[in-house]
Structures are given as C-alpha cells and as structure tokens.
C-alpha cells in the first residue's frame, strides 16, 4: 500500500469540525506513484461524497473524516467517539445497534451479538474448538454442508439466522448513518481496517459485509499500517512546528469528552525524525479480540513491512474471559450453582467484569456488589490489580512472546527497534505496558493517541487520499505492506511451489511459464495455498482456478501438453488473484480467491514456520513418495495417451484394462501415501506387463 498526504508546510491535526459541511463537487481520484519497482493500481473511485475511516473493532468500532487539513473523531448520537460493536434483536421485532444494543444486553443475553469479528470468515469446525464458546450466551448454528456457520436469535418471528458478516454489515450500517447525521451529508466511500494477519476469506467477507450496508470498500488498510499513519500524520504537525490539534477527541477518557493537548508534541511520538536514520518502528495493535505486531523498516520517509505477527483471537476479551471463569468458579463454591449454562448471568457478569477491568487500570483494588446474581443471591465481586495479573499472566506472556517471535522472524534484535507505536483499547492494561517499557525501555513507547481512535484515524487519511479530498502537495511519506505467510501453488505431484514468500511487500505479481500436467490433458486446475509445509495437504487450501478447454496436440506431435502461464497478485488491499493464461489460444482466466475457512490460530505465522521447520525431514521422505507416485501416474497417464498408436484392437484393450485397474488402485489409495518403493515396483511391473 502506498500512500501520500500532508501539505508541505500544514499542520494536519484531530480536532472537531467548526461545522456540518455538504459535499459539493465530485473529485477524481489522483493517480498513485510507483514504488519498489511495482507500479501501483490505478485508482478510479470518484469522490462525489466525504469517505470515512472505519476502524471496525471486535469489541468497540470507531469512524473518522478528514476535514479542512484535519481528522476528526465523529461521535455517535451518544456523543461517545467510540460504538461498540455490538448488535441485539429485541423482542418487538426492532435492532438494535452499538450503545442502545450494549445497555440491554443483561436483559436480552442470548440475542444480544457481540465479538463478532472473532467468528468473520472462518469454519465452524475451527471455531467451535473455542474453548471460551461457553461464556457466550449465543448459539452458533452450522450450515448444512458443514462448512460455513450462522449466530441464531429469537425474534418475534421464531427463530432466525445470520451470517458473522450481515452482524458485521449492521454495525457499519449504524457507522454509516452516524456519519451521514454529523457530516449532514452521504456517505458512500469507506476505507476500512483489518488485522494484519486476516486471511483472504476474512477479508474478503469484510467486503461483503461493507457491501451489505451499502459502503463501497476503497481500500483495506491493515490497523498497524493505520496506526503508523495517524503518527506520521502527528509527527509531521511536529515538523510544521503546531499541535496535533487545539482538542483531541476523548483522549484518555474511553468515550466522549475533551482534552487539551496543547501546542507541544513530545518527542517520543515523532516517527518521522528518525526518518532519515534507517531505524525500525514496531506498531503493537491490542484490541478487544486481536493481537498485531507489525515492524516497519523508515527510509527516506517510506514505511516498509519487514515482519508481521499476531493472533487474531487474543485480545481484552480474553482477560474478561479468564475473569468470569474466575468469578464463576467462586459462584459455584460459594453457591453450589453451575452458571455456565444460565445465558443471562453470565451477560451481567460478563459486563461486571468489563467495568472492573477497566476500574483496576486506574486503582489498585475493586469491589462491586451485584444484587441477585444468581437464585436472587447477592454476590459481592471482589479483585485486586495484583490478582488481575496474576490470573491473566499466560495471556500478557503470550503478547510479548509474539512481540519477541516477530523480531526473531525478522532475524532482528530489540535493541534495533527505534520506537514502539502502542494502538487498541487493550494497551490501557497497565502491565502490559510495564511488560513493553522493560523489554524495549520507556523511552521508545508511543502512546500520545488515543488508542482506540488511533487506527480510525489513519484509515481517514487513507480515505481522504484515495478520494482527492486531501490535497496532493504533500509530504512524501509511504507505507509498504507485507503479506504475513507464505502463497504457492501445488503441483500434480502433491508438493507445494512458493511463489510469494511471507514478509513479501504487495502489491506483488508472480508470473511462471508452465506446461499441462501429463500429455493430452484439456483442462487444468491452480490450487493455491497459504502455508510453510512441503505438501499441499498439510498447508491451508485458499482456492483453484480452472481453465477448460485446452486443446493438445496429437501424440507424438511434441505438442501434446499445452504449454500455460500462471500468475499471483496481491492487490494493494493484500487481495489474491490467480490467473492461468493459455499461451496457445491466448485465453485468460482469473478469479479472486478467498480462504474457505478461519484464520491461523495461536500467532498463526508463527507457528506455522515453527512446524514447517519441526517437520523439515519428515516432509522431504514425503517429497520423494509423492514424486515417486508423480511418476507412476504419468507413466500410466502418457501409456493410455498413446493407446491409439496400437495396431491391433486386441492389443489395445488389454493394455487399456491394465491401464484401468492401475488407475482404480489409484483411487481406491487416495488418501495413503507408499514408500517410494512400492511405486517403483508398480511402475516396473505395468511396464512389463505392457510389453507383454
């Protein structure tokens, strides 16, 4: 991704518009320069109206704009600058959305939807393996072909159904009119933000979910990329010698409200003065639901992804999950009562905890007394910060052994990382940020913006780029993304060809020059992949494209394998195309591919590589099988293409029945792979019994 903004010699900074603006004309979208090489996409979108910046959270989502040289914060009908992302189907029929959704929740558990975002894109079969499922009071319905899943409510109406993404789409659809009130004006244009470790299927359904609440998606930007905007964006008031703003929206408040910041920007947050030194900058994004780590490599101002790391189901939900097992468990011993399977109490703990997670950031101590908790007892929960951290220590330990493991990815050491960019509403949690000020020192954490406006922020300067609304004579400054695993294709003999490395930076296009896999064949199908493994089977399966109608040569012509060109793009949202050209007839297929199920669970790149580099040997004794099977099929394949070139009919239908019952054992082993002897045994007799 590449982008440009502030005017040389403005002051850009967050601060409220003077007033409710219509959109008066339409602007074409400038064109995009290139960068490492790679000519960037053209871009087509015409602004007739303001487009937003969407940071859609798993717990709280927020929307800005850019506005007169400026980003604001744009407050909900609640004055709050953030929404939680929460939906909920009341009883007459109505839904509800954001804060009226949340305050109800106690009272409607099982239909009130929230921490959605964790279930977007992903398998049934991958989520139900959550061992937290139980402290959700909703239902989670798998589709018939046990594939997909749907969250079900009680309505008026019976039972219903929904997708992750039509929950999705209502909670933008609630951002979209919550912008069209303030700005008094559409909104049509959004840029939007995603983990940078989502996978093709999760981003591809947060289009669809944008797509549903009538927003058209101008760009995905991943929330550390985000973030390192919205302080470049700072760092650059510093260098135009202003403040980020008069007023910053909330700051240091969780909602609503304003602060002073005054006309003085610390030193600790300017990202750009180290521009010019070649230093390394780390973007740490902790929300409610995931976990991003992002190092950046600044060089003459341009942002370039040099590792990406993370957990897509590892954030603050997680310390509210570890609370309520806590509390919960407590409730049994006091009470003898199992509270797991009660949907309403444990909503009403669930927000408890919330409040004393927050509480316990500020005190060292909470206590709240809940009024018939449970068989119309009364229950007094009480918890110290130290208890806190103590019950939450494997979830802060596995924070930083992903800030580590993305270093050691990157072949990196701490002390080469100049400075620390702390985004999400989770790195609130005060031992967190000891945890980070230990390892790297206090002196390198950025964490001036408010975190949970932070990523909003420079999605609205993206979006004010990609539609002209921000003026083009600019500072250069511009963001390199990378793709976070490894994406190849397989072969027919079962392995895996890499064609883009992880940490590769995108957009990128990968073309190679190949043939059909065995003599005569007239259709062909790419399987791609995401993963570090030798063998397809053991990586993740992303799609295929297929092109049919080859036309091969006769045997013996030399032409009888049509030779193919096969090409991988990754579109500067980090989208995939795969396309298989016909060299001889020229025709093209291409198709965007999304995963068919989740995301990489547990620090999914990682983990990964760890696996691959556990499994190296047993991987290579695999390789030879597979060829060796390779080889038995084509033999077999090329004898029963040349089954014409036999004179005798007799002949021919011999070696076509032994032909055939080699192809059955085929089959009939699909899922065994032999010692590469037993292939070459098989392929030693077929040609002896072919001789005759």
Known sequence: MVSRWFRRGSSPSIAPLSSARKAESSCSV?????FSGCPAAPRTVKAAWPAIGIDLGTTNSC??????????IIPNSQGHSI?????????DGTTLVGDAAKDQATCNAANTLFQVKRWIGRRYRDVTTNHALRLWPYKLVCESDGGGFMI?????????????????????????VISEAYLDCDVKNAVISVPANFTQ???AATRAAARLAGLNVIRLITEPSAAALAYAMRSNALAGGCGYGARERGRGRGRGGRRSVGDRISEDTNILKIADQAKLVMIIDWGGGTLDVSIMRVDNREFTVVGVAGDTCLGGQDIDDAMMMYFADQINAVHGVEIYDDPRTMRRLRSYCEQMKHALSFSMKNVIVVDALCRGEDFKLELTREKLEELCEPIFHKCLGLVSRSLEDASLDRSEVAKVILAGGSMRVPKIQQMLAEYFSEGRLCRAIHPEECVASGAAVQAALLTGEADMDVVDVAVVEAVPITIGVGCVEGKLIRLIDRNTPYPKRVIQDWVAGYDGQESFAMQVYEGERERCDENHF????????LRPGPAGSGMERVPLQCALEIDEDGMLTATITDKISKRRVSKSLGRSWGRFEDGEAKALVRVASKMAEQDQADVAKLTARHQLKEFTRREKWRLSMIPTEEERKRA???????????ERNRGQLFDVCEYDKRKKLLQQALLG
């Open 63 to 72: 929307v800005a704009v850019w506005s007169q040289g400026r980003v604001e």
């Open 152 to 176: 079900e409510v009680e309505t008026k109406n019976g039972r219903e159904t929904y997708f992750p993404e039509e929950i999705s789409a209502k909670i933008l659809e609630e951002l979209k």
């Open 30 to 34: 400038p064109s995009s320069t290139s």
């Open 656 to 666: 076509s029945d032994l032909l055939d019952a080699e192809e059955d054992w085929w």
């Open 83 to 91: 929404t939680p992302s929460c939906v909920a189907f009341a009883e």
């Open 201 to 203: 299927s999760q981003k």
């Open 542 to 549: 992303v799609g295929e494209v297929v092109i049919e109608g």
